[in-house]
C-alpha cells in the first residue's frame, strides 16, 4: 500500500515534460536527439530584459516582495493590458505569480469546489484537467475533431453545461493545436454564456501573441460577461523567459484577493529579480515578439509542407501557438521493424524518439489519443532534420499480415 496521498497517486506526470526528460536522457546517452516536444521558444530573451535584471541584482532587488507582486508591475500589466488589448483594469485586479500554471492552479483552488464542475474542450493542455482533480472538481470535456480545426460550437457548450457548472477553461492560440477562435466565433460562446451567469469563464492567452491570422482577441472584450473572465498570462512565450518563472491572472477583485490569500501560503510573490525584468519587458514594447513571430509563421509554413507529404498522416493548418496536432492513428496496429505491434499514440510517440531520435508528445495527456503534438519551436535546419527522421521512422511501419493457424 502506498504511504501517499490518493491525491498525489491519481495525478499525473505532466505528459510534456516526462517526453522532455526521456529525450535529454536518451541525448545523455550520446543520441543525437531533436527535442520537439517541450513548448518552449529557442529564441533568448531580450537583451534589454536581461540588462534590466542584471541591474535589479546591483540594486539589491533582493528582499521578499508584496505575494501579489511589485505594485510598478501590476500597474505595467494593467497599461499592457489597456495597450494591447484594450482592457480597463485596475492594479489590485493583477496576481502575478511563478508562471501561468501557477495562476492556473491559484485559480482553480480559489474557485472551485469539490464535484463542482469544469467544462475543458479537447485536445487541452496537459495541466488543465490534472490542476481541477487537484481542487477535487470533475473535468467535462467536449471533444473536437480535426476536421472542425478543433473548435467547438455553441451547441456543444450550451450541451456540456450542467446546474453543476462552475468554469470552462481554454486556450486561444491553442496549446496543443495552435487553433485560434475568431472574433465572430467568440461572440457566438458569449452567447451561451450570456444565459448561465453562474458560469466563470478561464481564458488562458499566454499564447497572444503568436497569431498568424489577425490582433489576438480576448474573450473579455465582451462586456456582457467581463466581469466574469479570468485571463491567464505569462512572459514565457512572449518574451521567452520560460526559466524565469513569471505568469499573473486578471479578474475581480474577489478572485484577486482570493489568489493572493492562497498564494501568501504556499509561494509567495515570485522571484524578485524577475519582476524587474518583467516590468521593463512590459516597458519595452513587442519588437522582439513581432521577430519571433515571423519566424514562428515561417515554420509553420515548413513544418506543414513536410508533414502533409506523409502517407497517413492527417493534418490541419494551425493557426497560432507553435504546435502541430497531427491524427496518426493510421499507424495503429501496425509492426515495427522489430516486429512490436503499435498499439496507440503513447507508443507512437515511444517509437518516434528510439527509431528516429525525435522526441514528440503523445497526444492521450491532452485529450486525444489520436494524435501526437509537434512543437515546431525549433531552428528550421532542425526540423528539417526532424521531419525528414519522422517520415522515415513511419515509412518502416509495415501493415501485419495475420497468418492463419490452421
Ligand atoms: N498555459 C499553456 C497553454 C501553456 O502552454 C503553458 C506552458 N508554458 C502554460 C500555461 C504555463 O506557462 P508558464 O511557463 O507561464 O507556467
Ligand atoms: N507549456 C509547455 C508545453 O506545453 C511547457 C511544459 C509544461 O509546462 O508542461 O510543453
Not at 119 to 126: D, F, H
Not at 216 to 225: N, Y
Amino acid at each position: 500500500m502506498s504511504i501517499l496521498s490518493d491525491r498525489i497517486n491519481n495525478l499525473a506526470e505532466s505528459a510534456t515534460i516526462k517526453m522532455a526528460k526521456l529525450g535529454r536522457e536518451l541525448a545523455a546517452q550520446g543520441v543525437d536527439v531533436i527535442s520537439l516536444s517541450l513548448g518552449e521558444t529557442d529564441f533568448y530573451t531580450p537583451d534589454f530584459v536581461k540588462e534590466a535584471a542584471k541591474k535589479a541584482i546591483d540594486q539589491n532587488y533582493s528582499y521578499y516582495t508584496p505575494v501579489a507582486g511589485y505594485p510598478e508591475l501590476r500597474k505595467a500589466i494593467a497599461t499592457k493590458l489597456k495597450r494591447e488589448n484594450n482592457l480597463e483594469y485596475n492594479f489590485d485586479q493583477i496576481i502575478v505569480s511563478t508562471g501561468a500554471k501557477q495562476s492556473l492552479a491559484n485559480i482553480m483552488m480559489c474557485l472551485v469546489n469539490p464535484g463542482e464542475e469544469v467544462i475543458i474542450p479537447t485536445p487541452y493542455w496537459v495541466s488543465y484537467s490534472e490542476l481541477v482533480k487537484v481542487a477535487e472538481g470533475k473535468s467535462v470535456f467536449i471533444d473536437t475533431t480535426i476536421e472542425s480545426n478543433f473548435k467547438i460550437t455553441p451547441e456543444e457548450l450550451e450541451a456540456a453545461i450542467t446546474p453543476k457548472s462552475k468554469a470552462f477553461l481554454f486556450s486561444s492560440p491553442n496549446n496543443p493545436t495552435g487553433s485560434v477562435y475568431s472574433r465572430d466565433e467568440l461572440a457566438a460562446l458569449v452567447k451561451v454564456f450570456e444565459k448561465h451567469p453562474n458560469i466563470y469563464i478561464i481564458s488562458d492567452e499566454i499564447y497572444e501573441h503568436i497569431n498568424f491570422l489577425d490582433k489576438h482577441v480576448s474573450i473579455a472584450e465582451f462586456p456582457s460577461i467581463k466581469d466574469r473572465v479570468i485571463i491567464i498570462n505569462g512572459l514565457s512565450k512572449a518574451y521567452a523567459m520560460t526559466g524565469w518563472r513569471i505568469g499573473y491572472s486578471v479578474s475581480s477583485k474577489e478572485i484577486a484577493d482570493a489568489c493572493d490569500k492562497f498564494q501568501s501560503q504556499i509561494t509567495s510573490g515570485t522571484c524578485s529579480i524577475t519582476q524587474r525584468a518583467g516590468l521593463s519587458a512590459y516597458e519595452g514594447g513587442l519588437e522582439t515578439v513581432k521577430e519571433m513571430r515571423e519566424a514562428f509563421l515561417k515554420r509553420r509554413n515548413l513544418v506543414y509542407d513536410l508533414l502533409k507529404d506523409i502517407n497517413g498522416v492527417k493534418v490541419n493548418l494551425p493557426d497560432g501557438a507553435f504546435y502541430f496536432f497531427p491524427d496518426i492513428s493510421s499507424f495503429f496496429g501496425k509492426a515495427a521493424p522489430d516486429g512490436e505491434i503499435i498499439k496507440n499514440a503513447d507508443e507512437l510517440a515511444l517509437y518516434l524518439l528510439n527509431k528516429g531520435h525525435v522526441a514528440v508528445v503523445s497526444g492521450d495527456a491532452f485529450g486525444d489519443p489520436k494524435s501526437i503534438r509537434i512543437s515546431y519551436a525549433a531552428s528550421e535546419i532542425k526540423l528539417k532534420e526532424a521531419l525528414k527522421r519522422i517520415k522515415q521512422a513511419l515509412e518502416l511501419l509495415k501493415e501485419v499480415k495475420y497468418v492463419s493457424a490452421v
